[in-house]
């Protein structure tokens, strides 16, 4: 059976609960080395940053040749936070936690758990429903269960193999990929990489790969390099057209809308990029390559927003609406 190492902070526990429990009686080293099961290096190095970060009170005892606390301590309640902080943690605790059941955070599940219980004990608000905030839930889809080895493939920039099937086709394809990144994108989560029989960028959703197809495998070609920030830098979502180049697209907001585009703009742009912004419109310039995901976010906003330019996306959002209106068959 695998031999379970204590986490550094296990020992400063470990340390802090032997000291306490001696109260104030030196412990001899060689003791907290066993409980510890560290180095006579290592109990040193977590003294040091015991004293450091915790402002711990240890005394070395050279006769007793051991350690000592030199007044009462409790590890526990070295921490002291503000309102204002507490409620800072507790949004980056809940949004760890809408993470939680994804293979990558899995090891930090424990910890998460533990600061979110201390979280809501500092409160005094046990109940979800009465401390003033909530998260908007994260579904659990397939593919998750692929995170992990895919991130380790990347890591160890190694080639993997796995057969592919789109939503729209009967049949899956098998794919040769170097991969590059995960892209969380809308709570789903895709693989972007170099597709050898493709010789090509390619993105994939994670749940429409076949989990049991995925090995890694021995190619010997060498991908292009990738700089992830410069490829999606012009594009919305993972849909990247490598044929399309970027165009000006010239939006026009009602005044309404334009209050929640301007505080959250789904793209970002310049105060030069402004051509109008007065109490009857807003409109604005975007550089950025046209895809459906761009098309999808226009549709949201529905009779708030209007395609200046390019004329072509203008046709297609008209004949998007016009498919949407046969729907209901008026």
Not at 70 to 78: A, I, P
Request: net charge neutral.
């Amino acid at each position: 059976m695998k031999k379970i190492i204590p986490t550094q902070y296990e020992r400063f526990q470990k340390i802090n609960g032997r000291l306490n429990l001696r109260k104030g009686a030196s412990v001899h080293k060689t003791e907290l080395m066993a409980l510890c099961e560290c180095s006579e290096r290592t109990l040193k190095e977590d003294m040091t940053l015991m004293r450091e970060l915790y402002q711990a009170p240890i005394r070395y005892n050279y006769s007793a040749k051991g350690y000592e606390y030199t007044h009462s301590f409790d590890l526990e309640m070295r921490v002291h936070l503000t309102p204002n902080e507490l409620a800072a943690l507790e949004a980056a605790v809940g949004t760890l936690m809408q993470f939680s059941h994804l293979e990558p955070f899995r090891e930090l599940q424990s910890a998460v758990s533990k600061l979110d219980q201390a979280v809501k004990y500092r409160f005094r608000h046990p109940n979800a429903e009465n401390r003033g905030i909530q998260f908007e839930n994260v579904p659990l889809l397939p593919g998750g269960e692929l995170i992990g080895p895919l991130l380790e493939a990347i890591r160890g920039r190694q080639w993997v193999r796995f057969s592919y099937r789109k939503f729209e086709n009967e049949r899956a394809d098998e794919y040769d990929l170097f991969p590059y990144l995960l892209k969380e994108h809308r709570n789903r989560w895709y693989l972007v990489g170099w597709a050898l029989n493709r010789k090509g960028i390619r993105t994939f959703g994670l749940e429409r790969i076949n989990p049991l197809s995925l090995q890694l495998t021995a190619i010997a070609d060498e991908a292009p390099v990738f700089d992830a920030n410069r490829y999606f830098e012009k594009a919305m979502g993972v849909a990247i057209y490598e044929d399309h180049a970027p165009e000006e697209v010239t939006l026009s907001f009602t005044p309404h809308q334009a209050n929640y585009f301007k505080t959250q703009p789904f793209f970002p742009f310049r105060n030069e990029d402004i051509v109008i912004d007065d109490t009857t419109e807003f409109r604005v310039k975007l550089h950025l390559i046209i895809n459906k995901e761009l098309v999808y976010e226009l549709a949201r906003m529905g009779a708030e927003v209007r395609v200046i330019a390019p004329k072509w996306l203008a046709n297609e959002m008209i004949e998007f609406y016009r498919k949407a209106v046969e729907r209901y068959d008026v």
